[in-house]
């Protein structure tokens, strides 16, 4: 089961917004010394639709802007670069951009534009370069962080197989039949029977998380007592692995 919801479309559509030509400058800026947004903002934490999805999934190349002295801002989305206007009125920031406004909050060295691209529902909170917000462990939901850590079989089920096995053709060790470690990044490395497939982007709803892999094709679960049941499927087999914490 994989996520379905045209990411690269989505994030061309932010991309088109925030490439549009320079603005005439609004309302006078403050000096970069006394001006506390000045400096790089990068984009930490994404959401689409009301499920969280990777930046680097949405952005290949990152998505970030610059502000600048005065009342300038420069964005650099996957690569493309446009710039504006700014201006800030308590705990919001307004960006001109080609006759267009965009709103976004203002936190602890945080900005959190909500409702981007309408329909889409995108929001994207960006984090000052080099502050502690900028630890994208920080906005994880409960539910991502139950995935976090580095896991290792411990007992296999074929198709149609009534019990879990300890043993597995290829592999003398059981847990060495598959492992996965997920981190905070929204990435996930895949290895099987010692072999490593590769690191992908995941995402994860209620208790469930989807590794956006073709083949083999993997869906995880968690379990009440913490562990995981994943599903792992290829060309050939169907397997359901039971995991637990590596230490």
Known sequence: MKRKMNVPLAASLVISLFSLGGCSAKDGGTEQNQNPYTGKWIAVSAEMMGISVSVEDMFEDGFSFDIENGNQIVFNADGTKGQGTYKVQDDEISIALEGEEIEGTIGDDTITFDGLMGEEGIKIIFAKEGTEAANPALYLSDEEKAFIGNWMSDGVEELLEDEMST?????????????????????????????????????????????????????????????????????????????????
Not at 171 to 194: C, G, M, P, Q, S
């Open 167 to 247: 043993t597995m053709d290829g592999v003398d060790d059981i847990h060495d039949a598959l492992r996965l470690e997920f981190n905070a990044n929204k990435e996930v490395t895949v290895v099987y029977k010692k072999e490593e497939l590769g690191t992908y982007a995941w995402y994860a709803f209620s208790d469930t998380a989807g590794i956006e892999c073709e083949t083999p094709s993997i869906l995880v679960g968690v379990n009440e007592d913490g562990t995981l049941n994943v599903d792992y499927s290829d060309d050939e087999n169907y397997y359901t692995f039971h995991m637990v914490k590596a230490e």
